[in-house]
């Protein structure tokens, strides 16, 4: 059966989406479209991740009880979502019942799991160490700055507990194994060398439970402890399936492609797998890491003032745009630089001048030499198939400047043929080639779908009409 999961990180509910959400987002949605469109059968999960105590914090400084918080915050996701078109088939929160229940199952399963070494896969202890607060997590001296977590610019405090902690140590081998085996796909290139690092260099066992956070899911066999936001988290790929018992779980399970940022490479690529091995779980086939950009070469933050929102994007570029100008400023996997300067040129030059002229100079001829009529059937002077393979391994950019490639070759032959001028005077000869932009615009129509969807429809409607006008500009200039 052809199937494919695809799954987002869940969102961590402190605050209101901001463009990295939907970058990621996006990037999801063009690639589960994607599979749709080549009949796959695709589950696309999305969702937000509601515990721990940053969080409860947060709902304490908004003066508001945490449930409220989180479902206000949720709600700022999901209208998201809609603005951008995001076709998710489930969004997930964790504070959901259907996802505490296969949390408490996975942590009972995990309580009387072995280790490959045979051991218990979860032992009690004592854990003394540096907390980052803004982090979730434990900090080792090496990552501290000045005595600040680096990320957060906090000072970690001093925590002493006694937790449960799953020993992560005994899955070396395993884990080295898998990812020599590349049984579990990391990428893209380079990814899979920094795992390797991980597992080689930092592999210690894990607390897994916390003491005295009142906003978790309850460890279910000792009530004193909360359950790790980290790996509460991560079983959302798991609940949201119906696991341990459902026909979407067997249908679905293992997940075809993790799609996260790099920051969290670590949790999914190490601590995940291993969880899973312990409970005999099938390891997802895939995990890709996307980069990160910065704004004029600055992290973006309120404080530096160069914050760029999707909601504004949205309302100058239309969702279609925003999607196609976000993914289309650097490769997917890496790191770039945006600006406000640098998205309206590429709508500029890419959309407006570009596909959108394209659109207009064709239909506007057949419309007005051709009463509408595209003239012949004769087959597009140019081939896109190489669209496929570029998604199928996320080469989302580079998927676009395939179609990019293919308007330039369009608008130069119209140019280079004097389209405007034969029409006068060699009309047959200026129908064939009229006929042939049609069928190469009808196919660029096809391969944008999954990136650009109301789009694509807009121009196969306006070139499937019984008579052809050229309309209103696709991408006007404002
Ligand atoms: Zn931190």
Known sequence: MNKFYITTPIFYLNGSPHIGHAYTTVAADVLARFQRQNKQEVFFLTGTDEHGAKIAKSAQKANMEVHKFCDKNAQAFLKLWEGLGISYDDFLRTSEPRHEEAVKEFLNQLKSAKTPKNRPALYEDEYSGLYCEGCEAYKTESDIENGLCPEHKIKPITLKERNWFFRLLDFEESLKKQIGLKKMKIMPEGRQKEVAGFIKHGLTDIAISRANVPWGIKVPFDESQTVYVWVDALINYLSALGWPKSKKFEKFWPADLHLIGKDILKFHAVIWPALLMALKIELPKSIFA??????????????????????????????????????????????????????????????????????????????????????????????????????????????????????AFANQYIEKNKLWQIVKTKKEEAGIILSGLCALICEIAKYIDPIMPNISKDITDRLSAKKITKGEPLFPIV
Do not use: C, W
């Open 290 to 407: 996307h980069g990160y950009f910065t704004v004029g070469d600055e992290k973006m933050s309120k404080s530096v003032g160069n914050v760029i929102s999707p909601e504004h994007l949205i309302k100058q570029f239309g969702a279609d745009a925003t999607r196609y100008l976000l993914l289309s400023l650097y490769p997917f996997g890496q790191d770039g630089d945006i600006t406000i300067e640098k998205i309206n040129l590429k709508y500029k030059s890419a959309l407006a001048n570009g596909l959108g002229n394209l659109v207009s100079r064709v239909l506007n001829l057949v419309e007005t030499e051709f009463e509408g009529v595209i003239p012949v059937a004769v087959p597009s002077p140019r081939n896109l198939k190489n669209r496929n393979k570029l998604l199928e391994n996320e080469e989302i950019y580079e998927a676009i400047g395939e179609i990019e490639d293919a308007v």
